[in-house]
């Protein structure tokens, strides 16, 4: 029996469908101006690649910020769950998910069962989401990709006062008039994002074993200066920013 | 002509309440230090775990002999992030500063 | 960034009716703010001379060229006859030839009760990277404060976002986010990285400039009514700092709180720095009369 997952993020959309349990298929796609459009373009891209058809697939959870704009899914689930969910069912050691999407960041604590115990949330804020790593390579005028590799060439580590993302461009030109090497505003950067989700999963309470995900985890930096900061190992599963829509897809499996 | 309705009567005769912090697209996030109550005895300082506090001369009041508690200006910006590790999201026990001002003169907005 | 749309006017002024070698008191006021720099000088407490410019990423020596800026129009008067400076702002540790540094706030509220007069109880500062509401007594004492410069809604900074995204010079803004004949819901966004991609969404739909700029300037204005009612507001009320010069957001707040705000006869984005040189001459007066 086949069931989907829909994660529909600010930046972009993730689709996982499952048989039986198992994941079958994967789709990521940018999330246009228009999100219809959008998900259409993916089924059609599945449908390609796969030969598995919309029509063929007997459940359809949706998650993420534009969960309730979709008419192809039957339920709908919170970040939050979806998360938890997913993390827990790639290792079942997991008891803090720390989920870093483009307009959001998470901390989620986890029993063994897999039951959300406590979560706090990095909302309406672009300082504390991917949003802000964004800015910043494009102040620094850096590829977005590059950023985390150019930040583990630091030497030094060079504090960032501002605690927005409009006021840490201008404090990053004025680093950049006071001769900083790039490398070390980088890390900057991703010391500054990842200092500001400790202390969110603090409020959670830390406990190991940790796993983080969503489309910032791919940020080697990111990844870095989290785990400096936290001072624990940091699990990053190789398809992170597809955990949360594997969570929704698990729900529709009634897992 | 607007609705405004205020939150509490303004006094004149009333506490000097400085507010340190900020609000931004996730909330409001202060701390108000009534000055007229604080002496700057410090208590606050002893038992913050992020060291928000410091004691010294008012700094919006030139003429204020008296030292008074201000919010550290590295802290102020951080304040959500700083005073994280005393707001749990459950269980949360009393406010460490708000508990050791003899005054009674710290309050937190959230 | 383009460099053209931030901006906004640049000026200094020199009292006509005034000479600084008819005074006893010549003192000044510098703000260093993270956007701007201004340099006042005043002569036995009466404006004599001022300049506003742009602070720039030459943070350390704006002190000194908004000052010799300054100067440069008066007649004659040279730094070493200043008697007593007091920088301010967020840059204060930077005006080298300062006596002393005082913090905004106090400054703020000085500079108010000179600039609006003795009736003016709550004083609604929006600078360039910061965005604070104070009150205060009829002498320009503060009464109480909250002050908000993590967050670059309702600030300078935020509106130059705007100023850019839209290509419309910040000196505009105002006058043409009151071109709309319907009002618009506000910006939902308070974040200004956010409500940048909600207008650009807003632009594609086929908003006019108008419209997003009368969207995000109502946003302004909701920003700073609900910090007022965290501290509570008395009349008369006043805005300083730059903003104060954008009809749009001015006339929305307005409406907002049912409270009209003092016509400014200065320049608005002073404030600090004639706080800072009243300061200045209250501490040189102190001074005298210590001697004596």
């Known amino acids: ?255 | 002509m607007g609705e405004f309705r205020l939150p509490r009567p303004f006094q004149k005769e009333g506490p000097m309440i400085a507010n340190y912090g900020y609000k931004d697209g996730s909330g409001d996030f202060f701390i108000a230090i009534d000055t007229d109550k604080c002496d700057g005895c410090g208590a606050c300082i002893e038992v913050c775990p992020a060291q928000a506090f410091e004691v010294g001369e008012d700094p919006n009041d030139p003429l204020r002999e008296e030292p008074v508690a201000v919010i550290v200006e590295s802290v102020r910006k951080k304040l959500k992030y700083a005073c994280a590790q005393c707001k749990p999201v459950t269980d949360r026990p009393p406010l460490p500063c708000v508990q050791a001002c003899p005054a009674e003169a710290i309050s937190h907005s959230w | 960034m383009a460099e053209e749309y931030w901006r906004w006017t640049e000026s200094r002024w020199t009292n006509p009716d005034l000479s600084w070698k008819d005074g006893e008191i010549v003192t000044a006021g510098v703000d260093v703010g993270s956007v701007s720099s201004q340099a006042v000088i005043m002569v036995d407490g009466r404006l004599y001379a001022y300049a506003n410019t742009r602070t720039g990423s030459d943070s350390p020596n704006s002190a000194i060229n908004v000052m010799n800026w300054a100067l440069e129009e008066t007649d004659g008067l040279s730094l070493d006859q200043v008697q007593y400076t007091v920088g301010t702002g967020y840059g204060r540790v930077n005006v080298p030839f300062a006596q002393r540094a005082i913090t905004e706030i106090a400054c703020h509220a000085r500079g108010a009760n000179f600039m609006y007069g003795p009736t003016v109880r709550t004083v609604m500062d929006m600078g360039g990277q910061d965005c604070k509401a104070i009150h205060c007594d009829e002498k320009g004492k503060v009464t109480n404060f909250l002050m908000n410069d993590k967050c670059a809604a309702g600030t300078g900074r935020g509106m130059e976002v705007f100023a850019d995204l839209l290509n419309v010079s910040i000196n505009e803004m105002g006058e043409l986010s009151l071109r709309v004949e319907e009002e618009p819901p506000p910006v939902s966004s308070t974040c200004v990285v956010f409500a940048k991609s909600e207008a650009s969404g807003l632009l594609r739909a086929g908003w006019p400039k108008e419209k997003v700029l009368a969207a995000y300037s109502s946003a302004m204005a909701h920003r700073v009514v609900s910090l007022l009612e965290r501290i509570g507001m008395e009349e008369d009320f006043a805005i300083t700092g730059g903003i104060a010069k954008n009809k749009g957001v001015v006339l929305r707040l307005e409406k907002e709180l049912g409270v009209k705000a003092l016509e400014p006869k200065y320049d608005t984005q002073i404030a600090g720095a004639v706080g800072a040189a009243l300061f200045s001459k209250a501490l040189v007066e102190k001074e005298k009369s210590k001697k004596k």
């Open chain 1, 1 to 255: 029996m086949l069931t989907a997952g829909i994660d529909i993020g600010a930046k972009t959309i993730e689709i996982v469908i499952l048989d039986d349990g198992k994941i079958a298929f994967q789709n990521l796609t940018v999330a246009g101006y228009d999100v219809r459009e959008s998900l259409k373009k993916a089924w059609e891209d599945i449908e390609a690649q796969s030969g598995i058809k919309l029509d063929g697939i007997k459940k359809i959870v949706a998650t993420g910020a534009g969960r309730k704009d979709t008419i192809y899914a039957s339920d709908t689930i919170t970040e939050v769950s979806a998360a938890a969910k997913g993390a827990l069912a790639l290792n079942r050691d997991i008891r803090t998910v720390v989920d870093v999407g483009a307009e959001e960041g998470r901390a989620i604590k986890v029993d063994s069962a897999g039951k959300v115990m406590d979560f706090a949330i990095n909302e309406k804020c672009a300082a504390g989401a991917g949003a802000f790593t964004e800015a910043m390579a494009r102040a620094l005028e850096v590829p977005l990709e590059e950023l985390g590799p150019l930040s583990l060439q630091s030497t030094q580590a060079v504090p960032m006062n501002a605690q927005c993302a409009v006021f840490a461009e201008s404090e990053l030109v004025t680093l950049v008039h006071n001769k900083t090497p790039k490398p070390d505003m980088a890390r900057a950067i991703h010391d500054a994002i990842a200092d500001r989700i400790v202390s969110m999963v603090r409020r959670v309470g830390l406990e190991e074993k940790v796993m983080l995900i969503g489309g910032v985890a791919r940020n080697i930096g990111f990844v870095t200066s989290l785990k400096r900061d936290l001072e624990t190992e940091v699990i990053v599963p190789e398809d992170c920013e597809y955990v949360g829509a594997y969570g929704a897809a698990l729900a529709a499996a009634g897992k």
